[in-house]
């Protein structure tokens, strides 16, 4: 298939935390890029079919002239596609079909039981076939309403980017997003989470992008730290419209969210007039946590050039190969 007829598109692939509703308001300001955030709704707001969702907009999705828009093109296609019903993502409703079939995992053994159960199951196979169609005539209606040339999707989920990356229809991008495992331990510690639990979660994440990562070619896929990108935000963006194939320019001085239709984090309802890298973790983390955290992802953290002493310099090269290459293959 020519590239000329093919929908531009880049995937933000990331842990929480990563600044993704950021980029995604950074991104959607570009005249050429259109971002609504995450493509559908958390699974939980979906099983519980929420009519109080807000659009970064302030308005309920379902009353937003965007989103109306967007669920009619989608629609007039022949697909069921709207508040209640998001035909375009991946996971599965049902907790134990999620757990083997809607997950990217870190384990070799699950992804080859991923895919026998792809060509084993009819009704798998063909609900991703319906989900891909969906996905395509989603991306096309965002990208004609909003007159843009690319679609920027930040919903990070890994399984989501296997299948979005094998649709021929779209010319994918991938913008991969690492965070300093520490702060991300720490916001999940903010939740409850045990940090040991965190930081497992990010390792594993990590290396299921190594894995998939594998199978992008390298000039495709654009490496950024979230810590670099708040230190330099201006140099960052015109890194990522350079990347993605559009007219570099400045970001606006202020990102009202009523100006965007953003859907995911419950940053998309915050105004932002500055943008800071959150370092709480050296304060809010105990030295033990500390230690805990990089017992168990302290190589991989380090691998992305993160110090393992609070005040070591950060260093400015990476490798993105996976130091743990051959338990990925």
Sequence with gaps: MKDINRIRAAY???TSYCGSTLLAFLLNSHPQIVSVGEASLNRRSQKKKTSNYLCSCGILLNSCEFWKEI???VSSVGFKFDMHNWTNDYKYKNDVLHRFLSTYPANKMMRVFQIIAFHIMPFHKSRVKYTNAVNIAFMQAAIKLAHAAVF?????????????VEIPEIDLKVVRVIRDVRAF????????????????HWRNYQLSADYLLHTVPSNRV????????????????????????VQPCDPPEMINPD???IIGNHMRLQKITAITANQSWQKKLTPTEITRILQIAGDINERFGYPPRIGEEVSH??????VLEERCL
């Design 71 to 73: 669920f009619n093109m």
């Design 152 to 164: 920027f999707d930040t919903s990070k989920a890994l399984m989501r980017l296997s299948y979005l």
């Design 12 to 14: 933000l692939a990331g």
């Design 259 to 261: 100006e965007h239709h």
């Design 222 to 245: 654009l490496v950024m730290r979230y810590e670099d990108f708040c230190h330099a935000p201006i140099v960052w963006l015109k890194n990522l419209h350079t990347f993605l194939g």
């Design 185 to 200: 331990a720490n916001s999940y510690k903010s939740r409850g989470v045990p940090v040991e639990c965190a930081a497992k």
């Design 317 to 322: 090269t990476y490798s993105v190969t996976s």
